[in-house]
């Protein structure tokens, strides 16, 4: 019998650090505010009382220098965990993870290894000023040398957050903020797949919509309203954004030839726009109709009052549904 | 002259550019250090900097002749490099910029790693944890928060200030006048500070970011950048290796015994170009680097040594071995194989991922199916090649017919191949 507990994605993050701050005195946690307050939205909440400032502490509010740190100390032997306040925040750094991070292993022929991983609470929907709500993950995903993760229930957060920690290889850890208090049950015991396989979350066998992070809910309420419509959906979760586990995708596809995908991020050079080449390639004659791509505007992320038009929302998704049905 | 090259800055200096040497009383301290060398290490301090000049100058040459993609000379910084390079312990570990030629042959690095890399056959190669010296860093000011968060990482583990000197570490960092510039440098002194690290930060101020001069980085002289951040800082003469030594030899030990970082801003000049695809006569004058070819940090030393008695031999063998130097690195360079194209996803990761490996095995199908033909690149590189090696060959069968001759002068100049006077070949 494996061991369930209920929790929040935010609270299951923290199980998972402290979980390996346990384990490997190694493993270190910083970034702005991260220490006695448990950070903005409190994901290391009482890590600081337990571990204190030999594993987690709080740093100058400069981002390079946190993520330029965390290379030095993962030279030196550690694994650091890094906190960027916001994904608005992330560009400050964007030098040292694209420039340094990632290309490290590279550059010394293998003599370094960057266990880096840089949480990054992002994606909108919380009424947010600006700089607070962006959705930043193609830029990283682009990257080689960078793996690119992103849970959407407790349970993943939980597993993904311990499996980031163990790669030897940097990874960005994509938290979708507002689906941060989400409950939902996590099993203690066993993990539920390896941190870059997409897993299925929804079976149907009309469309596919594949998703990840936050859009995940919406994803799955569309299939809900869906099959009430007789329309039968498979939602599936890519959790992984590089590598992006292809085959499930292709494999979900062939089944039902319809393939849409969901992002809060634009369309334009994103994930999805990676998703549907691929499935182009390699599910060109299962396929029934044009894959569709449904996500935020190419705008910059609009003021908070405009947030909910912006992004997109189960009706968004089934419009599409509906083109691809009636192609 | 700007405020940064003023003479009312106090400045260390033990060898008059004359070769006159002297421990001013307000120096003591530093002049302490001086008493760890014995005449051997001055002897090591003077073959070394002329090794690495040789080096350099061999290495234009090598670029001049489409051996190497970009050679970046650090001639007139070898006192900087050389005295500082021995100034660090043997547990310390060094981040340098992409200069530091000096420094890397202080410890250990295999100066063809340096070659290898400014050929293209990799991005640095060298084992960091090994020699504790770290790859070049390309992204200016990059390296100094990976510095100080190595002497984080020192701090953290106890391996400072417990007075054994077989355990206690610290860390290095060097980095020009140009990247002071970079936030990263403000940052990295800002943590180092706040963590109180056990480091060393070496600003060698060599005038010149390309062709911007100092004065257009900074309006406070660089010795003083880390004075807001907490980190006290000394100017010293970079064209004295004995200053270079004694200075950071004393902050060294500073750190690794637990008083914080320091920083050090070496006065000195880049005689050369800033790469070989530069072109200095645009815009400083030859004028102003006569007066700083009169401030050589390799004359000094020699005049000093001379005056102590030390013989003509001595000097011969020293410009012997740097012939020698000179002719290993220059065959050793025509005979650097391309690379197999494996390495280029070999790295990427440390563990499996299958768009690297999806694309590697495309790649190798796709070079398979060539068959008996090489690949049209390998064929073409393969030509020039074996003319180069015909050529060096030659050369060496008849000393006399040195063909880099046009580039080099061997008449025992210190400048030997510098293109000081201009000469962009791009």
């Known amino acids: ?327 | 002259m700007s405020e940064q090259d003023s003479g009312n800055i106090p400045m260390v200096q033990f060898l008059s550019p004359e070769g006159e040497f002297s421990v001013p009383s307000q120096w003591a301290e530093y002049g302490e250090y001086l008493k760890r060398l014995t005449e051997a290490d001055y002897l090591k301090f003077y073959r070394d900097m002329a090794r690495i000049r040789r080096f350099d100058n061999e290495a234009t040459a090598l670029q001049r002749q489409g051996q190497l993609g970009l050679w970046i000379p650090a001639i007139g910084q070898e006192g900087a490099q050389i005295g500082s390079g021995y100034g660090v312990g043997r547990n310390d570990h060094i981040f340098p910029s992409y200069r530091e030629h000096g420094v890397a042959l202080t410890h250990g690095i295999d100066l063809m790693s340096i070659l290898k890399m400014l050929r293209g056959v990799n991005h640095g190669g060298w084992n960091p944890d090994a020699t504790r010296f770290h790859l070049y860093a390309i992204v200016l000011g990059s390296q100094t928060l990976h510095a100080t968060g190595y002497a984080m990482g020192i701090k953290f583990d106890g391996a400072y200030a417990t007075g054994n000197a077989d355990h206690d570490q610290a860390v290095i960092c060097y980095v020009g006048d140009g990247a002071t510039a970079e936030g990263d440098v403000s940052e990295s002194l800002l943590f180092a500070a706040v963590n109180q690290t056990p480091q060393v930060f070496f600003v060698q101020n060599n005038q010149w970011a390309i062709s911007s001069p100092v004065a257009s980085q900074t309006r406070v002289p660089l010795y003083r950048r880390g004075e807001g951040f907490g980190v006290p800082g000394i100017r010293i003469d970079g064209n004295d290796v004995l200053a270079s030594y004694a200075v950071t030899a004393k902050h060294m030990d500073d750190a690794r015994n637990g008083q914080g970082p320091a920083l050090i801003e070496a006065l000195t000049y880049r005689i050369g170009a800033h790469t070989t695809s530069d072109d200095p006569t645009k815009y400083r004058s030859n004028e102003e680097t006569e007066r700083w070819k009169a401030r050589d940090p390799i004359i000094r030393l020699e005049k000093f040594l001379r005056n102590q008695g030390v013989g003509q031999g001595f000097f011969d063998d020293c410009a012997a071995d740097g012939d020698k130097l000179a002719e290993d690195i220059r065959a050793q360079t025509f005979a650097l194989p391309i690379p197999p194209f494996e390495n280029m996803f070999k790295y990427v990761y440390a563990e499996p991922h299958p768009l690297i490996e999806e694309q590697m095995a495309w790649l190798t199908e796709y070079e398979a199916s060539f068959e008996d033909e090489a690949h049209p690149s390998t064929q073409l590189h393969n030509v020039i090649n074996e003319e180069a090696l015909r050529d060096h060959s030659a050369a060496a069968e008849n000393p006399a017919r040195d063909f880099t001759q046009s580039q080099v002068e061997s008449s025992g100049s210190y400048y030997d191949g510098i293109d000081a006077n201009g000469g962009s070949n791009v």
């Open chain 1, 1 to 327: 019998m494996s061991n369930f507990q209920e929790m929040a994605i935010a609270r299951a993050i923290n199980a998972g650090l402290r979980k390996k701050m346990l384990e490997n005195p190694k493993v270190l946690m910083f970034g702005e505010d991260v220490a006695e307050l448990g950070g903005v939205f409190r994901v290391t909440e009482g890590l600081h009382k337990e571990f204190g400032d030999k594993q987690i502490f709080n740093t100058p509010i400069a981002e390079s220098g946190i993520v330029g740190t965390a290379i030095g100390l993962a030279m030196r032997g550690y694994r650091p965990v890094t906190e960027m306040q916001f994904d608005g925040f992330i560009f400050p750094a964007f030098d040292q993870i694209t420039t340094q991070l990632a290309k490290m292993a590279n550059r010394s022929e293998g003599h370094h290894k960057m266990p880096v991983v840089i949480r990054v609470p992002y994606g909108g929907g919380i009424g947010a000023v600006e700089h607070h709500s962006e959705s930043p993950e193609a830029y990283f995903a682009h990257t080689a040398g960078l793996r690119v993760v992103s849970p959407s229930n407790p349970n993943d957060a939980y597993w993904m957050i311990q499996q980031a920690i163990d790669s030897d290889d940097p990874v960005m850890f994509f938290e979708p903020k507002r689906r941060y208090w989400q409950k939902g049950p996590v099993n203690l015991d066993t993990p539920p797949l390896p941190l870059h396989s997409a897993r299925v979350l929804h079976e149907g066998n009309q469309v596919t919509i594949a998703t990840y992070g936050p859009m995940v809910t919406v994803a799955l309420q569309a299939a809900q309203i869906a099959a009430e419509e007789g329309v039968s959906i498979e939602v599936i979760d890519l959790r992984s954004l590089s590598p992006i586990d292809f085959t499930s995708i292709v494999e979900s596809v062939k089944k039902t030839g319809r393939l849409v995908i969901a992002s809060e991020a634009p369309n334009f050079v994103s994930i999805s726009s990676e998703v549907a080449a691929r499935v182009a390639e390699q599910a060109f004659y299962h396929l029934q109709a044009p894959v569709l791509r449904v996500g935020g505007f190419d705008v910059p992320y609009p003021a908070a009052k405009l947030e909910e038009i912006f992004l997109p929302d189960a009706d968004r998704i089934l419009e599409a549904v509906d083109r691809v049905l009636a192609y």
